[in-house]
Nanobody, 126 residues
């Protein structure tokens, strides 16, 4: 089973940018889909973006389309989430997780992912 470690979170002003990283250790299969989710205090974990490990197909939540970009680096076994034009509503703990299969509506469901990383806090000040 793979292990995931997120980094790159922090405090940023509205309109600013951050790049999150998710380092993956262990055996990676070509069928893996890497996803980013976020969870604000008192709220459920929600889908942000996903990328296939083999083909770099991507999927985004409507709320981040045009602002966030997910990518993966096969050489370094790392998945990135570039976040631009940040808003206060982007404030949350961001998690990366692993699932398998093809991008579909199921890709947006947190229960489909195992394991998860420990999360990294993103705070956007207004």
């Amino acid at each position: 089973q793979v292990q995931l470690v997120e980094s790159g979170g922090g405090l940023v002003e509205t309109g600013g940018s951050l790049r999150l990283s998710c380092a993956i250790s262990g055996r990676i299969f070509s069928t893996y889909i890497m996803g980013w989710f976020r969870q604000a205090p008192g709220k459920e974990r929600t889908f942000v973006a996903a990328v296939t490990w083999s083909g770099s197909d991507t999927m985004y939540a409507d709320s981040v389309k045009g602002r966030f970009t997910i990518s993966r680096d096969n050489t370094n076994n790392t998945v990135y989430l570039q976040m631009n034009s940040l808003k206060s509503e982007d404030t949350a703990v961001y998690y990366c997780g692993v699932t398998t299969g093809r991008l579909s509506i199921a890709t947006k469901i947190p229960k489909a992912y195992r394991p998860w990383g420990q999360g990294t806090q993103v705070t956007v000040s207004s």
